[in-house]
């Protein structure tokens, strides 16, 4: 069930109507409240607006079921138990997002106008924005782990306001399974981030760190039953919104001539020994589901390279094609080795863009979440010269944006 | 035209590695290869100097460049013209740097080294020309550099028919579809039977020899060196947490151990929370100077190399890689613990 928003204003009370949103102010406080958070500011981004927001953590696309139709964003929300049936009812064009300092958070930039806001899918959406203060000698995993649930109830609790309301779109998702219509089968493989605190992605409120290649449905990923918690790379990182949309899973089902016959969900170890090990089985779980392709995409920079390419190499081992969705890090000038690790045996990539390319932001009227910008040690607000690697999503591998690179001609 | 040709300390007869250390230099007409060069060019352009560095200093001060093109242009020069490096690789790092500094300053550049040269990947987009392997091959290689440099010269690109090398820029532009539109397409694509339909070249990675291993440990001088970003406390150089440009050095003289509060570490890619605790478990200084004491090394070198190893990309970290290695051989060492995060 999609209802489309394409106004956000703070008010008295929560409410969703024709295309409009309005976020109970003191209600949203409320929800977002815990002993890690001295206090927390809520403000709207809108497409087209004068605004930048620096330090984006994650963001999440509201959504909720209809009492009695099960929950969303299990284990965190609710219990840690399969979701994906029924009916969701989403805020197509909306987001929950929270900006601000956390350890290990990369700088990460999204301009709601200006030549960065094409590129960040979040530069299109309206977002509600959730700055905050920590509580004095709260740990810093403390407040992490506050945002990230504040972020969902908040979520959640919009969709809420829009559940009577007549949805705009109403669509099906693909349904994995064995089907005998002798179209290709095809898998998306998604590797999750698995770096410890600040750089770790949730399935069912759990870290897929440490174990093997698992399969879940897209509509599990529409009930938010993967959450991020990753704060590296901003370029290349793959929000809680971008899992919920997977751009891949939908760009699959909408095409008739392949099947899509299975989501894979991979943990990005640190190592070399575990990247070849769920390697090795993730490409053999594809086998034993009888697939003729496959999409990999992947979290992070530099040895995440790695998780994709060994991956493509695996399969192809297996007879699957596979095809890796890849960023390039081409150095400022683009002319360096595009990738940091090569496959061997497979040779099909599609880029999502050069990480090091710089880009100037012209000046913007409004800043949130941060008033500096500490990589370049200039108010937010400024000129910016900075490289397409700090914009929000930018090249994420799940495959929202259109940046490309190629030779200069 | 007015031309300053580049040359090593080996081919401006110096001296071999034992000279590596020279510093940069501008002498009046052509010298070594040059000459030839000179006279292949004929009357329609000059040598009006050649600029000299060893590749040790090129190597571990980048400045050498834009100093010599600063001399260069105070003679008239209107084209820097480097090599050929053939495979060396501090000898065509600093060809290709000095070539884009040419650039750069707005005179005409151009290097010749063999495509296998490490060194390829610093010349920054400016025009470099394929040479022979190694100097057997000089006469051939001067006749390919002599041919470029009058094209160059004339203020047209080379092509790869005239031998040109290296890689070509990636720009960043937007697609008509999403990625994951695109994915699926390639799909379709490959399951078509088309095996080499790509958006990304397959970069062609070198391969390095290790060294040999070193006779008698008790007898060699040790060198620290890490990715780990590890830096004094407070980043006084503030070094990047990620996609490092640059790497620091400091000393170890007079210490002991890396203690929590004298270094810290500021990598992005993991959580520093125990590195910080005690940093000697990304340079692992404690114990090297227990090997030190107990004489089951020789030495530990007084200073520390070091940058971060995140998000970097190839052509820094190989650059990084070869200013190191200058470094540490002009220092005299014989043994390098390299930890990695």
């Known amino acids: 069930m999609v209802h489309e928003v394409r106004e956000l204003e703070l008010g008295e009370r929560t409410s969703y109507s024709a295309g409009r949103l309005a976020v109970g102010e003191q209600s949203v406080r409320d929800l977002l409240r815990d002993p890690a958070l001295a206090e927390v500011r809520l403000a709207c981004a809108a497409p087209g607006d ?9 963001a999440v696309q509201p959504c909720a079921k209809a009492p009695g139709g099960g929950g969303v964003f299990p284990g965190l929300l609710g219990p840690a138990l399969p979701v994906g049936r029924g009916e969701t009812h989403v805020l197509r064009g909306a987001a929950v997002l929270a900006a601000g300092y956390l350890p290990r958070a990369q700088e990460a930039i999204i301009d709601m106008s200006g030549p960065a806001a094409p590129l960040s899918p979040l530069g299109a959406t309206c977002n509600l924005v959730v700055e905050f203060t920590p509580a004095e000698d709260a740990a810093w995993e403390d407040v992490d782990a506050a945002l990230r649930r504040g972020l969902v109830t908040v979520a959640a609790n919009l969709a809420e306001a829009a559940l009577d309301a007549e949805p705009d779109a109403v669509e099906e998702l693909p349904e994995p399974g064995s089907t005998a219509n002798g179209k290709p089968r095809v898998a998306v493989v998604t590797n ?16 897929l760190s440490g174990g093997l290649p ?5 509509g599990e990923l529409d009930d938010g039953a993967v959450v991020s918690g990753q704060y590296g790379h901003p370029a290349l990182k793959n929000p809680t919104i971008l899992h919920q949309t997977h751009p891949v899973v939908a760009a699959l089902g909408a095409n008739d001539e392949l099947e899509l016959a299975a989501l894979v969900l991979c943990p990005e170890p640190v190592d070399q020994a575990n990247k070849e090990l769920v390697s090795a089985h993730a490409a053999r779980l594809c086998a034993g589901l009888g697939l003729d392709a496959a999409i990999v995409t992947k979290e992070g920079g530099g040895n995440a390279d790695a998780d994709v390419t060994l991956k493509m190499d695996r399969l192809e081992e297996e007879g699957i094609s596979a095809v890796g969705i890849l960023g390039e890090m081409a150095g400022r000038d683009g002319t360096g080795p595009p990738l940091v690790v090569a496959p061997t045996k497979a040779t099909a990539m599609v880029s999502t863009g050069n990480y090091d390319e710089r880009m100037t932001l012209p000046a913007c009227e409004r800043a949130l979440g941060r008033d500096r910008v500490a990589l370049l040690d200039q108010p937010s607000t400024d000129e910016l010269e900075l490289p397409v690697a700090v914009i929000y999503c930018a090249q994420s591998t799940l495959g929202w944006g259109r940046l490309t690179c190629a030779e200069t001609a | 035209m007015r031309i300053v040709h580049y040359v090593n300390q080996f081919f401006a007869g110096i001296g071999g590695e034992d000279a590596a250390g020279t510093g940069p230099e501008l002498r009046d007409g052509a010298l070594g290869p040059g000459r030839r060069l000179a006279a292949l ?18 190597a571990s001060h980048p ?21 050929p490096a053939f495979t060396s690789g501090r000898y065509g790092m600093a060809c290709a740097r000095i070539a884009a500094a040419a650039s750069e300053a707005g005179l005409l550049g151009l290097a010749a080294m063999h495509p296998e040269n490490p060194g390829l990947g610093e010349a920054a987009g400016t025009s470099v020309v394929e040479s022979g392997a190694i100097s057997r091959h000089m006469k051939d ?3 390919g550099l002599a041919a470029a440099t009058r094209k160059v010269a004339t203020g047209e690109q080379l092509t790869a028919q005239d031998g040109r090398i290296g890689p070509v820029a990636r720009t960043n532009r937007l697609a008509q579809r999403s990625a994951a539109e695109r994915a699926v397409a390639l799909v379709l694509t490959r399951l078509g039977g088309d095996r080499d339909a790509t958006e990304i070249p397959l970069p062609d990675f070198d391969s390095v020899t290790p060294a040999a291993p070193i006779s008698d440990a008790a007898e060699a001088v040790f060198a ?38 004298t270094f810290e570490s ?45 998000g970097t990309t190839v052509a820094d970290a190989r650059r990084f890689g070869m200013e190191w290695a200058a470094e540490l051989r002009q220092a005299n060492i014989q043994a390098v613990i390299l930890t990695a995060t």
Not at chain 2, 66 to 71: H, M, Q, R
Not at chain 2, 231 to 260: F, M, Q
Request: hydrophobic share 40%; glycine share 12%; with cysteine.
């Open chain 2, 63 to 83: 400045e050498f460049a834009a100093e010599l093109v600063s001399g260069a242009r105070e003679r008239g020069a209107e084209m820097v013209v480097a090599g």
């Open chain 2, 141 to 143: 290689s001067l006749d």
């Open chain 1, 192 to 207: 999750l981030q698995t770096q410890g605190k600040f750089k770790d992605v949730f399935v069912y409120g759990r870290s």
């Open chain 1, 214 to 218: 698992t399969v879940i449905t897209p």
């Open chain 2, 224 to 261: 620290l060196v890490t990715e780990g970003g590890f830096v004094p406390a407070g980043n006084p150089d503030r070094l990047e947490s990620a996609r490092a440009s640059k790497w620091v050095r400091h000393s170890l003289d007079g210490l002991d151990s890396a203690e929590s509060g």
């Open chain 2, 41 to 58: 060019l004929g009357d329609e352009h000059e040598i009006v100097a050649t600029a000299i560095c060893g590749d040790d200093y090129a």
């Open chain 1, 50 to 58: 004068r605004v930048r927001i620096v330090g984006v953590l994650d």
């Open chain 2, 266 to 310: 500021v990598h992005g890619g993991f959580s520093t929370q125990w590195a910080n605790a005690d940093p000697n478990r990304i340079l692992p200084l404690d114990v090297a100077r227990e090997m030190e004491r107990e004489g089951a090394i020789g030495r530990l070198h007084g200073e520390y190399l070091g940058t971060t190893g995140n």
